[in-house]
């Protein structure tokens, strides 16, 4: 009998090793449903793929020239936008999260997907940031944020270039101002050349400007439109490809059963809300932001919904067809594409509440398309987690 147990343990050892080196080295483990990337795959089939998670609760990310995705993070998860006080690098060669860093003067953002971006890289590699936060107690006379500072990847190491002194960027409900360190909106910036970056005023009508020297760390005085040495700024919103419109019909045709309630006005509702990303000249990611379909478990073994994900779609431009991937996001996730590759990483996103009449623990399957299309849609909580997409 014992001599019996002990070749079953032995046995049972042997199998568990090999499904332990089975699921390290060839990349086959899962995160809820999603295959692990590996970064030793040269060709990984087309699909979403899980990466792991950042330390802190990410915003918006900048690609370094070398391929490594910056990563701005928060410590606050109640509070979207509110205080990036961390970076970390994500390295898609390795799959690691390996840097944290502290900014000096945090960024308090209150920031959403359309907002300007509050970094820009640099010809030299480095990244410079707007919006750092300049705390009251070491400037009483100061209530401003728009605090210039560098990050040079290759160090770890940050440059303080200097305050804003052009027009402020504070949200306003009449006479009443914010208080300065509530409502940071960072200013539009784009690169000159020759180590020289305009940075614009966001919310009042970008008519004034200042340059900001990078080699020599200097910021010029304001320049107002029309004045000498003033430079438009970019396209507030750019041409997009016009393809909108068709979205919603391919919408249509892929799910009949919309057809079927008057209520849905498509080509005037923006319940629909699809998310664009290109992926070619003909080929763009999508997913239906007011859409969900795949049910979050509130544990890794329970079996009542908390939340929902949104479905992710492609769409051909020259068909004129939308695809359901059956693969699933986060709502409002940071999406940027790797250099030079056929991937994108997708960063965070939120987690949304169940509305009425949607039944939490109820099958996906058994609820009809048109009672999971929600209107105003609600942050449940903010996620960590970090995808990879290859298409």
């Known amino acids: 009998m014992k001599k019996w147990c002990l070749l079953l343990s032995k046995r ?27 970064p030793k795959d040269p060709n990984p089939k087309p699909g979403l793929y899980y990466v792991g998670e950042t330390k802190y609760f990410p915003g918006p990310s900048i690609i370094l020239k070398d391929g490594r995705v910056l990563i701005m ?12 006080s961390y970076l970390e690098i994500f390295d898609p060669s390795t799959g690691k999260f390996t840097t944290i860093n502290q900014f000096p003067y945090y960024l308090n953002l209150h920031m959403w997907v359309n907002r300007p971006h509050p970094s820009i890289l640099l010809d030299d590699g480095r990244v410079l940031f707007n919006a750092g936060v300049i705390p009251q107690k070491d400037y009483p006379a100061v209530k401003s944020a728009e605090l210039y500072q560098i990050y040079d990847p290759e160090n770890n190491s940050f440059t303080i270039v200097g305050r804003s002194s052009m027009c402020r960027s504070y949200l306003r409900h009449g006479d009443q101002i914010y208080p ?31 340059i900001i020297d990078v080699k020599n760390t200097t910021i010029s005085k304001p ?15 750019p041409k997009g490809p016009g393809i909108y419109r068709d979205l919603k ?45 795949y049910g979050v478990t509130k544990t890794l073994y329970g079996k009542v919904r908390e939340s929902w994900l949104r479905p992710l779609y492609e769409y051909n431009t020259d068909t004129k067809e939308l695809i ?32 009425p009449p949607i039944n939490p623990n109820a099958n996906p399957k058994d609820i009809s398309l048109i009672k999971r299309v929600l209107y105003p849609y609600w942050t449940k909580k903010e996620t960590k987690k970090v995808y990879i997409y290859v298409y």
């Open 73 to 84: 993070e928060s410590d606050i998860a109640s509070c979207h936008g509110c205080k990036y």
């Open 249 to 293: 019909a391919s919408y249509r045709k892929l799910y009949p059963e919309l057809n079927l309630d008057e209520n849905l006005n498509l080509p005037n509702n923006s319940f629909v809300n699809l998310y664009e990303h290109k992926l070619t000249n003909t080929r763009y990611l999508v997913y239906a932001t007011n859409e969900v379909d």
């Open 12 to 38: 049972l050892g042997i199998i568990l090793l090999f499904l332990i080196i089975t699921t390290v080295f060839c990349g086959c483990t899962y995160a809820g449903g999603v295959p692990k990337y590996n």
């Open 223 to 237: 320049i107002k439109k029309g004045d000498k040495g003033y430079i438009p700024p970019p396209a507030k919103y």
């Open 180 to 210: 300065y360190y509530t409502n940071i909106i960072p200013y539009k910036m784009t690169n000159l050349k020759d180590g020289k970056i305009a940075s614009y005023c966001y919310n009042i009508s970008n008519d004034e400007m200042e």
């Open 324 to 355: 359901k991937k059956n693969e699933y996001l986060r709502g409002a996730a940071l999406i940027y594409h790797l250099n030079d590759t056929n991937k994108l990483v997708i960063i965070g996103g939120e987690v949304r509440n169940t509305f």
